[in-house]
């Protein structure tokens, strides 16, 4: 069964620091591997696709990574701003199962 | 532009009450979902829908029902509302793979009094 952990569950920052947020998955059998943004009480906002294929998307300040022989993936977000605050997800298709398996988010704050 | 639109988007109401969550897409895509989600808490999928006429329950249990009558169209209601499902239902869409990935539209806030 595909289980998806984030790390850390929060995170305090000051403006301007570059940040890595993690994600690991148990099972390497995926299609695809999204990362999400949600604001406080808002729907998700897609920001990053990876295709099991690919080793990487970037997206203005975002790069993300994916390795599936090591079932992880990274966002990074360079020169973090207060408007960078938001609960990120990650979520993993299952390539047995078909459906979206998401983590339990990493909160970030982004301190002026 | 193509989206994925949720109406209303907040919504108090009375115990007892019927009540109809309205999800739209113009994305093109077969394959539509509903989540639920208490605050500060994980997602979890309560139904979800391959195409017209196909409607699936999904991993956590829920009293509301669904209907997908149309393509674009994907609306979740509950019968008799009870503050116990006070949460937050946010609709999403894929392609039948979900290899474009999904779109989330901006979710319903619902309040039971």
């Known amino acids: 069964k595909q289980e998806v952990t984030q790390i850390p569950a929060a995170l305090s920052v000051p403006e301007g620091e570059n940040l890595v947020l993690n994600c690991s998955f148990t099972?390497?059998?995926?299609?695809?591997l999204q990362w999400f943004r949600q604001d406080h009480g808002k729907g998700l906002t897609s920001l990053l696709l990876?295709?099991?294929?690919?080793r990487e998307q970037t997206s203005g300040r975002l790069n993300a990574s994916l390795d599936k022989s090591s079932g992880r993936s990274t966002l990074y977000i360079a020169a973090s701003q207060p408007g960078d605050s938001a609960t990120y997800l990650c979520a993993a298709l299952s390539g047995n199962t078909g459906k979206l398996i998401f983590g339990q988010g990493t909160t970030l704050q982004v301190k002026p | 532009e193509a989206d994925i639109y949720q109406t209303p988007r907040y919504l108090v109401i009375g115990t007892g009450k019927k009540i109809t969550l309205e999800c739209s897409q113009t994305m093109g895509h077969d394959k539509m979902y509903w989540y639920q989600q208490d605050p500060g808490m994980e997602l979890h999928l309560i139904h979800y829908?391959?195409?017209?006429?196909?409607?699936e329950k999904g991993d956590l249990s829920s009293e509301s029902t669904v209907s997908r009558i149309r393509t674009e169209h994907f609306p979740l209601t509950l019968e008799s509302a009870r503050p116990s499902h006070t949460s937050q239902y946010l609709c999403a869409s894929s392609h039948p793979g979900g290899e474009d990935g999904y779109t989330f539209g901006s979710g319903t806030r619902l309040t039971v009094v």
């Open positions: 829908s391959y195409g017209v006429n196909s409607t």
């Open positions: 990876i295709q099991s294929s690919q």
């Open positions: 099972d390497s059998a995926i299609y695809n």
